[in-house]
């Protein structure tokens, strides 16, 4: 597993081989609930440990970029 640094580097991280080392990864965060709830359900769907993590962090990743609204052409606003 590969984690981004502060300098834009990357970090080689050891994969977690079990779930309590994968929520052990996922926990510490103020949004740990939905990190391990969506990999609670990656698991029980019958995805790896490794491959969850992945899907959880892609998963984050899509609904953080849709709360930017990016792409969005703002309003003009009208001076009269």
Same mark, same amino acid.
């Given at each position: $597993?590969?984690? #981004?640094?502060?300098? /834009?580097?990357? +970090?080689?991280?050891?994969?977690? &081989?079990?779930?309590? +080392?994968?929520?052990? $990864?996922? &926990?510490?965060? #103020?949004?740990? /609930? =939905?990190?391990? *709830?969506?990999?609670?359900?990656? %698991?029980? *769907? /019958?995805? =790896?440990?490794?491959?969850?993590?992945?899907?959880?962090?892609?998963?984050? =990743?899509?609904?953080?970029?849709? %709360?930017?609204?990016?792409? =969005?052409? #703002?309003?003009?606003? %009208?001076? &009269?």
């Amino acid at each position: $597993m590969v984690q #981004p640094q502060d300098g /834009g580097g990357v +970090e080689g991280v050891k994969a977690p &081989s079990t779930d309590e +080392e994968a929520l052990g $990864m996922l &926990s510490g965060h #103020p949004d740990s /609930g =939905r990190f391990v *709830e969506r990999y609670v359900v990656l %698991r029980e *769907e /019958g995805l =790896r440990v490794e491959q969850a993590l992945v899907f959880v962090g892609h998963h984050l =990743r899509m609904f953080d970029l849709r %709360r930017l609204d990016l792409g =969005r052409t #703002p309003e003009l606003q %009208r001076f &009269s």
